[in-house]
């Protein structure tokens, strides 16, 4: 076959419309052959000669999209010194922008023999009959008008989502294309998106992801797909349409759809780790090209890897082929896969250095200095399995944060557990506490009750325990200390009374996620009352368990409902997502009395005083929003004038009568939300009114601007009474 010289850059398999660059990254090669897999599994290899600062390149100007390659790299294996080169072992592009096949989880993956172990004799039989390939993609691609939304952090409502999980039961989907980037891309589910209301769509783990031949050996699979060997590559298996190049394209217009549809996209992300495991793990890719400069290995034992993600390897974060590696894949998913934004699967790992977690590491300042990534949303799941790994409120500005102490604190007070009313207070009013004091405001706080680790909300309410059976593991594996209560009855009953409590509760917590400030994330199915059985891990569980079941009820149909005009509630007024933290700034004219921006009191009335605060037993409060007092102006320069809002929250077990503030902080209120579907409250209420709010629930109130708003101001239309 011809060969010409060809590029150093980029790296991968770059197909220019006459034939393809190819470029890989290697110091630890002595030589590197590029192999050519035909439709039959025929090879042919091509030595690479010319090397420019450690990256071997070719270019072949008859190779076209479509071609399944792989590498194989001469160098040297010696564990003891961190070097695993191994050319019996058919490699990966790390740049690859797809990848056909899956492994099979043959010997011949792995450079030890079964029979020897690690240590023993190199395995040299060949792993090219067992592995994935990397295939040449055609960069080409009619994006038509597409732009990205562009949706605030403020304005965001975040939906956390499976690919195949969340349109592998639809009933509207063509049955052929369900489970895939088509199916998420067919009009009913975007439909459904939109109904909801959210304004971005959080996909777990996209990247091409390994299936664990331990996991296929017991008949299931990797269904969350933290598992990832390619990080330019959309996963395979969701694919409609083939996986010789065709999940690009799919992928773009699935992005595309979701454009059109005002829903931003943000990925998954995860790289903390590779799916090459620990010592005992496969050479799949990054191990046989350069195992010492991919991976952190222990600092006086070479032969073994330093983890701090529970799954045998941690990427070396101090590489600066690694930050390239991680740099490129993050602009080559904006750039040409439209993407907007990332959230950062064990972030606490991608901020060690050396040992510590270090928040001006390397990599946040490559991103902040990034023109291209430092605009995208960025989201840090923030922490790790390491030492001093626990970084909530802990990364820098630009970032926000999956918000864990959001998540323990909302579960602890709903469910009763003394004490918990104070962080409550601070938790939905933005937890100020963990993110003001490095200068970021509340959109910092991603807030979620529930994700895809762990319960469901229907199931958060219905058991107290894990029932993880399906996972075969003898209840070893999940979280143990779930925060969790089930209303009375462990599991599903046709107790009407426990069913209306576990209505209810699904709705305050929904309430209290929605209306609070920060950015909120909801699990899918969470909106319709999914439910997985009790499973708190279904890692391994692609089947019924995890998939949504489109099939309502009546009760499931309301609940969605619900949570349509919850969101509708507060994408229509600005107080419940504010820009700010509340300061204690007053709002005041024509001659009434200045008000404060939050104001919390008693049941009774009454300001909350420390004592209040301090009360162990202490379960109800309610929160003053002023709307007159939002200090900062819209989009065009204007102040800002919206409705005030008064949360009557009683998470007691008893129902409670709270009376309302004096005509200082309104001529009268409406109900606006009620999670009591039974309550017959009146609609109208006058000040200083007793209204008995039912234990274990949320009342909100609203009135309009007490004042006529000056010229200049905008005042937000009050449309959710109408909803």
């Known amino acids: ?95 690859a922008h797809a990848i056909d096949g899956q492994i099979d989880g043959n010997e011949a993956l792995f450079s030890y023999t079964f029979a020897q172990g690690e240590g023993g004799e190199l395995n040299a039989m060949d792993s090219a009959p067992h592995t994935m390939t990397s295939v040449v993609t ?12 562009n949706h605030e952090y403020h304005e965001s409502v975040i939906y956390e989502a499976h690919v195949r999980g969340l349109t592998r039961l639809h009933p509207e989907v063509p049955e052929e294309i369900r489970g895939t980037y088509a199916a998420l891309a067919h009009p009913a589910v975007i439909g459904h998106l939109q109904d909801l209301g959210i304004t971005a769509i959080e996909l777990m783990p996209v990247h091409q992801f390994v299936q664990d031949p331990h996991l296929q050996e017991q008949g299931m699979s990797n269904y969350w797909g933290y598992n990832t060997i390619g990080f330019f590559a959309p996963h395979n298996a969701y694919a409609a349409y083939g996986s010789r190049g065709e999940q690009v394209p799919e992928f773009k217009s699935m992005v595309k759809a979701l454009h059109e549809a005002e829903i931003e996209v943000i990925l998954d992300v995860v790289y903390n780790h590779t799916a090459e495991g620990n010592h005992l793990g496969p050479t799949l890719s990054f191990r046989g090209i350069d195992n010492a400069e991919y991976y952190r290995l222990v600092d006086d034992d070479k032969r073994h890897y330093f983890d701090t993600t529970g799954t045998g390897n941690s990427l070396l974060m101090r590489s600066p082929h690694v930050l390239q590696l991680i740099m490129d894949s993050l602009r080559y998913w904006i750039t040409e896969m439209h993407v907007d934004g990332f959230r950062f699967d064990l972030a606490a790992t991608l901020a060690r250095q050396f040992h510590e977690v270090d928040r001006l590491s390397s990599f946040f300042d490559l991103v902040h200095q990034d023109p291209v990534i430092s605009q995208v949303k960025l989201i840090a799941e923030p922490w790790d399995l390491g030492e001093g790994g626990y970084q909530v409120g802990g990364f820098p500005p630009l ?28 938790r939905i009013a933005g937890s100020s506490d963990l ?73 305050n917590f929904l309430t ?113 929003m002023n709307g007159e007092a939002i200090e900062e102006p819209d989009e ?88």
């Open 636 to 723: 065009r320069g204007r102040r800002i004038v919206d409705d005030s809002f008064l949360m009557l929250i009683n998470s007691g077990s008893e129902d409670l009568t709270f009376h309302l503030p004096g005509p200082d902080y309104g001529d009268s209120w409406v109900v606006a939300v009620s999670t009591d579907p039974e309550s017959d409250l009146a609609h109208l209420h006058e000040p200083d009114a007793a209204l008995t709010v039912t234990s274990r629930s949320i009342v909100v109130l609203s009135r309009p601007p007490s004042q006529s708003t000056d010229e200049g101001d905008e005042q937000e239309p009050t449309r959710h009474q109408d909803r």
């Open 435 to 507: 993110y003001e004091h490095t200068g970021r405001t509340p959109v910092a706080s991603i807030n979620f009750v529930t994700a895809h680790d762990g319960f469901t909300l229907r199931d958060l309410v219905s058991y107290n325990d894990k029932h993880n059976d399906a996972n075969g593991e003898d209840g070893q594996d999940g979280e143990d200390h779930n925060r969790s209560w089930n209303s009375g009855v462990e599991g599903p009953t046709d107790d009407p009374q426990i069913n209306a409590l576990r209505l209810r509760r699904q709705r």
């Open 138 to 149: 055609n960069p080409y691609f009619d994006w038509g008008h597409d732009r990205p939304p």
């Open 1 to 95: 076959m011809q060969t010409w010289p060809g590029r150093p850059y980029p790296l991968g398999a770059t197909y220019d419309g006459s034939g393809t660059n190819f470029a890989i990254f290697s110091g630890a090669a002595e030589r590197v052959e590029l192999c050519l897999l035909d439709d039959d599994g025929a090879e042919e290899r091509i030595e690479v000669t010319e090397v420019d600062a450690f990256v071997w390149h070719v270019y072949l100007p008859s190779v076209r999209p479509g071609q399944r390659y792989g590498y194989r790299v001469h160098g040297p294996h010696d564990p003891d010194a961190g070097h695993r080169c191994n050319p019996a072992k058919l490699l990966l592009d790390p740049y």
């Open 399 to 426: 970032w926000t944060e999956w918000n864990g102490k959001y998540r323990d604190t909302v579960r602890d007070f709903w469910r009763g557990e003394p004490g918990t009313l104070g962080e409550f207070a601070s």
């Open 512 to 624: 209290t996620l929605l209306l609070s400030q920060g950015v909120p994330m909801l699990s899918h199915g969470d909106e319709m009352g999914r439910t997985q059985g009790g499973n708190n891990n279904v890692y391994a569980q692609d089947n019924e368990i995890a998939w949504m079941d489109w099939d309502l009820d009546e009760e499931q149909r309301s609940l969605l409902e619900y949570t349509s005009r919850l969101i509708a509630l507060r994408q229509d007024h600005p107080v419940l997502r504010r820009r700010r933290f509340f300061d204690g700034s007053h709002s005041a004219s024509n001659g009434l009395p200045e008000l404060p921006d939050l104001a919390w009191f008693n049941p009774s009335g009454a300001p909350m005083d420390p004592e209040s605060w301090e009360d162990e037993d202490h379960r109800a409060v309610a929160a003053f």
